[in-house]
């Protein structure tokens, strides 16, 4: 009889082994997919402009590891150098969940995946804004994505999946006008009548 029980202990004990391995490692995937793992950056990542010149920058995903289905995006720079004029969503988040707002200092916006069933994974472009270079800059200016910005994964709940950032750097020099000079006139030569002396005629 006490045979027959430590067999049947075994047999469980072989049983319930596999069973444990098995879910520690499915807890463990999970915590592995639901690490934050997304990255974005502002595109180009430097490039050189003029006063006045109107200029497009991207804001670029990868998922990596993460199934995106909503980002909201808070996009900061120096208004004394740059205006933002629009802000629109790019081709990878079809759906506007909050419409593209700009003001001195700043842009945003709110995109979602075309649909909830079918996240986002991999890289792509999320948002555009159309920029003006406004003043010459004496160093790099820095556009950026704000602390505040939010990208959700599918079945993460209100964790935020975003894991860092990477911002671009405009340089803004001056709009040098070029004048056409005016030919100066050449100076005609003044000329001066001289008399002519008439022959006096004696009678």
Request: avoid cysteine; proline fraction near 7%; glycine fraction near 8%.
């Amino acid at each position: 009889m006490k045979k027959l029980i430590q067999l049947a202990m075994g047999i469980l004990l072989l049983v319930a082994l596999p069973i444990t391995i098995f879910v520690a490692g499915q807890r463990q995937e999970i915590r592995k997919k639901a690490a934050p793992a997304t990255t974005m950056a502002v595109t180009p990542a430097s490039l050189s402009k003029k006063s006045g010149d109107v200029f497009t920058m991207e804001i670029t995903i990868d998922t990596g590891e993460n199934q995106v289905v909503a980002a909201e995006l808070h996009i900061t720079f120096d208004q004394t150098k740059l205006e933002a004029q629009t802000i629109t969503n790019g081709s990878l988040f079809p759906n506007i969940l909050a419409s593209g707002t700009v003001e001195p200092g700043g842009a945003s916006i709110t995109v979602g995946a075309a649909d909830a069933k079918q996240p986002v994974r991999g890289t792509g472009t999320i948002a555009t804004i159309k920029f003006l270079a406004k003043e010459k800059t004496d160093s790099p200016s820095s556009i950026k994505l704000g602390s505040n910005s939010f990208v959700g994964g599918l079945g993460e709940g209100a964790t935020n999946v975003l894991a860092g950032t990477t911002p671009a750097s405009v340089t803004i020099t001056k709009d040098v006008v070029q004048h056409t000079p005016t030919p100066t006139p050449t100076p005609m030569p003044t000329v001066i009548p001289t008399s002519t002396t008439t022959p006096s005629t004696e009678s």
